[in-house]
């Protein structure tokens, strides 16, 4: 009893009292963390063993196993393949042209009923069809809006072309005239600035000539060709040239032709 009390330490021995505690702020909670994640992580696992397997799992398994295992003897109708001549690994058929591999599997876990994947399937497909054809329309609506703008804006370049070259016509004409010492144009729109001042006089007077054609009945592509073939018969002179010819064999056989388009 004595030799046992002296093994054992004194409470207020120095060696006992000198022992430093780890007193670090937080560390006991901690501890109690990671033992608490420790126990949970063991719980979690020995929760995945005893688990029992559902039996769509278990039907799920046995599955599995049965399509990887190959047909053996003790199946009924491989044994009857085999006794008609067929080996393992063989297309089936007399000429050997047919499957090689059994027709795979599809197992339906849903709860639809049988056409309900299909029809499903053919409303996806509607519903796609349907898409496609509105995006079709809208591109072309698109397309055609875009290919009349180009139409608008085209026509409206040319008019705008049409209508400076008929005044460089006015005025070229206006000059050969005087050259000529005209003082009259054969109308009053061969001359810029002078279709106006005739149109009021012609007001007051009130004078009106059925036979002859109004300018303002006449389109400015109308007026341009009247004037330029005035100009080169009368003058043989083409504005797109720029230049007066000596005679009509000239003009014919120099000047491209008598509009635009041919002087491109």
Request: net charge negative; aromatic share 6%.
């Amino acid at each position: 009893m004595k030799l046992n009390m002296a093994e054992e330490e004194d409470y207020m021995s120095d060696s006992f009292i000198n022992v430093q505690q780890d007193i670090r702020p937080g560390l006991p909670m901690l501890r109690q963390i990671r033992e608490a994640r420790r126990k949970e992580e063991k719980q979690q696992e020995a929760n995945l063993k005893n688990r029992q397997k559902s039996l769509k799992e278990e039907e799920q398994e046995r599955r599995d196993i049965g399509l990887k295992n190959a047909l053996g003897c003790e199946n009924k109708g491989f044994a009857l393949l085999q006794k008609m001549g067929y080996k393992s690994g063989q297309a089936l058929g007399k000429s050997g042209g047919g499957i090689v591999e059994p027709i795979p599997l599809n197992v339906k876990t849903g709860k639809s009923g049988i056409g309900h994947e299909a029809l499903l399937k053919r409303k996806a497909e509607e519903k796609l069809e349907n898409y496609r054809r509105k995006i079709h329309v809208k591109t072309q609506a698109e397309e055609k809006a875009a290919e009349q703008f180009r139409l608008r804006l085209k026509h409206k370049q040319d008019e705008v072309k049409l209508e400076g070259d008929l005044r460089r016509s006015q005025r070229a004409c206006q000059q050969l005239d005087a050259q000529k010492n005209i003082q009259v144009p054969r109308e009053a729109w061969y001359w810029s600035g002078l279709e106006e001042e005739t149109e009021e006089e012609e007001e007051e007077e009130k004078e009106h000539d059925e036979d002859e054609y109004k300018s303002e009945d006449l389109s400015v592509l109308e007026k341009l060709q009247i004037l330029t073939g005035y100009l080169r018969e009368e003058h043989l002179y083409c504005i797109w040239c720029g230049t007066a010819y000596e005679d009509k064999e000239d003009l014919s056989s120099n000047c491209p032709g008598p509009t635009s388009a041919d002087h491109d």
